[in-house]
């Protein structure tokens, strides 16, 4: 599966749009790009994922370059109980029982 | 109970105790995972089941022991455990087939001392 490469951090003010980014340049036309958080001393939650198009859901949007080595992970209006570390994870279109999770981005969201 | 549920939430044991975790999912789901979480370390993927049958053990020491009696059901048992096991023990579910969307439930917290 590709490598990604997200921020450490960041913050967002709440009831603002949360824009969280990705960057996986070696990713192969069959694998999907996934989303996860992890809030504080609970299991991880699938968000979202995609392949090429634009995608949304109830919790968020995910927005992928034309070129697909990048990707962005929208919350449109952050609350406080989205404080969590968000993780992008490539995988092979035919699925994988193995979820690599790095490092992911902390996001607070600031009152 | 809707979800992935796990018992018992936190558990304090002895080297030489012997205890199981438990794990139910109200998903209709047919793979279920256990995972490892210890401190500032990623997450790892310690034991697979998909169709009750055992198709993934990531080099997990015989200390931990799955069983998966049903589709439903997922235990670990655990006997002479080492400190350095001491981590956030996760149980997962997902439909076979939807591997990569996984659900999750709280896990536990688990102490050796």
């Known amino acids: 599966d590709a490598k990604t490469t997200q921020p450490t951090s960041m913050d967002c003010a709440e009831g603002r749009a949360a824009n969280l980014p990705c960057n996986h340049s070696?990713?192969?036309?069959?694998?999907?790009v996934y989303w996860y958080r992890q809030i504080h001393s609970q299991g991880p939650q699938y968000i979202i994922h995609?392949?090429?198009n634009n995608e949304t859901n109830e919790m968020a949007s995910l927005i992928i370059t034309e070129d697909r080595k990048s990707s962005t992970l929208i919350l449109p209006h952050a609350t406080l109980r989205d404080t969590a570390v968000y993780y992008c994870i490539v995988i092979h279109g035919a699925g994988s029982y193995q979820l690599t999770f790095g490092k992911g981005t902390k996001l607070s969201v600031i009152p | 109970e809707t979800g992935v549920t796990q018992t018992p939430r936190h558990l304090v044991m002895g080297m030489t105790n012997k205890k199981s975790l438990k794990c139910e999912q109200h998903?209709?789901?047919?793979?279920m995972y256990w995972y490892k979480q210890s401190a500032k370390k990623p997450l790892e993927l310690m034991f697979v089941y998909s169709l009750e049958e055992r198709v993934e053990n990531n080099s997990v020491p015989s200390r931990f022991s799955p069983e998966c009696p049903n589709s439903s059901h997922l235990f670990l048992h655990l006997h002479t455990l080492q400190p350095e096991d001491s981590a956030l023990y996760l149980c997962a579910s997902s439909l076979e087939g939807q591997q990569s969307e996984q659900f999750f439930g709280p896990g536990t917290r688990l102490t050796v001392l």
């Open positions: 998903l209709g789901h047919n793979a």
């Open positions: 995609g392949l090429k």
């Open positions: 070696t990713i192969s036309g069959n694998e999907y």
